[in-house]
């Protein structure tokens, strides 16, 4: 099953995982424009709903007069899948290439870095 996202889905699934809670078209429009800047009409919101529901990535419930909008896939495995491909896409595979390039290039501050070194002694004590 594709679980592959466009930008726009993956702005309305950080919506519905970040509320913790079940939502309608309604709510997510409502909170997409008070969250994150976007300002989609009902019907796209709903278009975009059902192409999730397609390939299962949400499924919805009727409750009283409207839909209820439910997140079926984890943020942290969906995270850790597109973190797969783009280390296989960018990086051809290699942890070290990513993560030196991410040090190399981003304004990554000092106390970040001395946190991710006690992260990797910790893994390479374990």
Same mark, same amino acid.
């Given at each position: 099953?594709?679980? &592959? ?5 993956? @702005? ?32 796209? @919101? ?15 419930? =009727? =409750? ?15 995270? =850790? ?6 280390? =296989? ?20 501050? &000092? ?9 990797? %002694?910790?893994?390479? %004590?374990?």
């Amino acid at each position: 099953m594709d679980r &592959k996202m466009t930008p726009a889905e993956e @702005v309305i699934m950080q919506c519905l995982w970040e509320s913790g809670e079940d939502l309608t078209v309604y709510e997510i429009k409502e909170r997409l424009k008070a969250y994150y800047g976007k300002d989609y009409a009902d019907n796209a @919101v709903a278009t975009f709903m059902k192409n999730l529901l397609k390939r299962g990535l949400v499924s919805r419930y =009727k =409750k009283h007069h409207s839909y209820q909008w439910h997140v079926e896939i984890d943020m942290e495995a969906y995270r =850790k899948q597109e973190l797969d491909n783009f280390k =296989k896409q960018w990086y051809h595979g290699s942890g070290y290439s990513m993560f030196a390039s991410f040090v190399e290039t981003s304004d990554i501050t &000092k106390e970040d870095l001395q946190k991710m070194k006690e992260l990797l %002694d910790e893994y390479m %004590d374990g």
